[in-house]
């Protein structure tokens, strides 16, 4: 009967944990640059779409980790000046 129970509890627990971690779907479009700035844990996420959203406008097949960290300094860089600016204006000037 112990077994039992600690193997009930061990399944609610992991169950209930499950549920608390869910993917979430970000727009990168709606994304201001504060949000950027304080993304976290997210950043990292953050960066290697862009780097892939860049490299598939320039048939880039490469993962580059100074670049992408080059990359973040950039758009860090632009969105502390831009704060009210979307991600993707900071993206777009990258080009500039």
């Known amino acids: 009967m112990k077994k039992f129970i600690v193997a009930a509890t061990a399944a609610l627990v992991m169950t209930l944990s499950a549920g608390a971690v869910q993917a979430e779907d970000h727009d990168v479009a709606q994304i201001k640059c504060t949000e950027f700035l304080q993304s976290g844990s997210f950043m990292p996420s953050l960066l290697m779409w862009i780097d892939g959203y860049l490299s598939a406008a320039t048939d880039n097949t490469v ?7 080059e990359l973040g ?24």
Do not use: V
């Open 73 to 96: 300094t950039k758009l860090g860089s632009f969105c502390k000046a831009n704060p009210d600016a979307t991600l993707l204006d900071a993206i777009n000037s990258l080009g500039e």
């Open 63 to 69: 993962m580059d980790d100074a670049y992408i960290e």
